[in-house]
């Protein structure tokens, strides 16, 4: 590192999650990639002028990673995001499996960069984050902004996110009564809910990558059934990929399911990592019934979502920090291993202007480098509920069944509810 860049203004010292997954990404690349459709061309200037209206609103984003010192810190970065222009109609999704054979390395910043997809009567912008700076829904949130700077609008100036570890100590995190308490426990003492993922050395082979959109009326039955059902779509996501891969042979199936910490215990809408994993876990006799199984993934869900149980996991993650690449890695093979992760982004909400020129939105993409790992990122727009999967070892099928079991859910539950 130059003697420039290391005097460079020091943002932040990286909170002790931040540098879990920093640690993680010296051998194992982790960075996720979301997409924007607009039904109308950008030209590369204007671009070139959201993008950096982007950094000053999301200071993160400009931002590298100095691990020379005795703690890693955010140093600022004078580098604009960079953008590459692909062939007019590449596929998008031929675009987020080459940004998975890219890592970004944690200097010279910025830990973010785009792709500008021309088309015939439109676009695609594909944004790619280090996670290091940012989660999926911090993500989505730059994302939501850039489409609105390339509609013209003023984004506000941002404020430095502080770590998530720093904002959970002040959450209320009172312990729940003893019956909430051991509600929808995880089989923790099952030997299989607890065996370590492998990690496989990274070699940037391109993944394969899956999507599937479904259409605003299915989306719309699922969301109703869901809540007459009293579960989450997101527990009925699980539910389908834990029917579909139980098909497929696997006796014993288990979810990894990122909890979003800004909706679980109200911490800031920013551009930073701020999330906790939850693992649920079912054999294959527990999947007979499709909404029950959803309503035990939710209740198992919850449990681990609590604020209780999130500040209790920060607090002993900040007690206990790892100090080198391996104890990283240990970690994450243990708190992380399953047979597909679930991230749910949610309802997108785009500003009023840019909402009619998005035409749809898919991720995020992500590959972390796990032995025989699925990844579905799952976001909702303009009524239709999208899923975009990544994977080096594809079941052939995968989303496209999920997408038929959940229609078949729908269905059987609303003809039930006729003969009712």
């Known amino acids: ?46 671009l070139a002028s959201a993008l950096a209206a982007l950094q000053v609103r999301h200071p993160l984003l400009g931002v590298e990673v100095d691990r020379t010192g005795p703690e890693a810190v955010f140093r600022a970065c004078e580098g604009a995001i960079p953008f590459e222009v692909a062939a007019d109609g590449t596929p998008w999704r031929s675009v987020v499996a ?18 500008l997809v021309p088309r015939e009567s439109g676009c695609a912008v ?3 984050f280090a996670h290091q700076i940012a989660d999926g829904v911090g993500g989505l949130r730059a994302l939501l902004d850039l489409v609105a700077a390339l509609g013209g609008e003023e984004l ?15 959450v209320d995190g009172t312990a729940p009564a003893a019956d909430d308490a051991t509600a929808g426990t995880p089989p923790e003492g099952d030997e299989r809910m607890n065996a370590a993922g492998e990690l496989l050395p990274f070699s940037g082979r391109r993944p394969h990558v899956d999507a599937l959109a479904l259409d605003q009326g299915l989306t719309t039955r699922l969301v109703r059934r869901c809540r007459l059902e009293r579960t989450s779509v997101h527990a009925a996501l699980c539910a389908a990929a834990t029917v579909v891969l139980h098909r497929r042979g696997r006796e014993y199936v288990r979810i990894l399911s990122p909890v979003d ?27 007979k019934d499709f909404w029950t199984l959803a309503r035990h993934t939710r209740a198992s869900l919850s449990r681990q979502r609590t604020p209780h149980a999130l ?25 992380t291993a399953a047979d597909i992760q679930i991230t749910n982004l949610g309802v997108a909400h785009p500003s009023r202007q840019s909402s009619s ?48 079991v959940l229609a078949e859910a729908c269905a059987e539950a609303c003809a039930e509810s006729a003969r009712g």
Do not use: C
């Not at 920013?270 to 079912?282: C, I, K, L, P």
């Open 311 to 335: 500040k209790t996991g920060s607090a002993a993650l900040a007690e206990h920090p790892p100090s080198s690449s391996q104890d990283a890695e240990a970690m994450m093979t243990a708190a």
């Open 1 to 46: 590192m130059s003697t420039d860049v290391s005097q460079a203004r020091i943002v932040r010292p990286l909170g002790p999650f931040e540098r879990t997954i920093d640690f993680y990404t010296h051998r194992n690349p982790v960075l996720f990639s979301l997409v924007a459709e607009l039904d109308r061309r950008v030209p590369t200037a204007t």
């Open 357 to 404: 020129t998005l035409s749809a939105l898919w991720g995020p993409a992500q590959i972390t480098q796990m032995r025989s790992e699925h990844i579905l990122g799952v976001v909702t727009v303009g009524g239709q509920l999208r899923m975009t999967e990544v994977t080096h070892d594809p079941v052939a099928g995968l989303v496209p069944e999920m997408g038929a």
């Open 126 to 128: 594909v944004l790619t």
């Open 261 to 287: 910490l800004r909706r679980a215990v109200g911490l800031p809408d920013e551009v930073v990592d701020r999330f906790a994993g939850a693992r649920t876990g079912s054999a294959a006799d527990e999947a």
């Open 98 to 115: 080459a940004e998975q054979t890219r890592p970004i390395p944690p200097t010279p910043g910025p830990l973010a960069r785009a792709v």
């Open 156 to 170: 506000a100036l941002g404020g430095v996110p502080r770590a998530q570890e720093e904002l959970l100590a002040h």
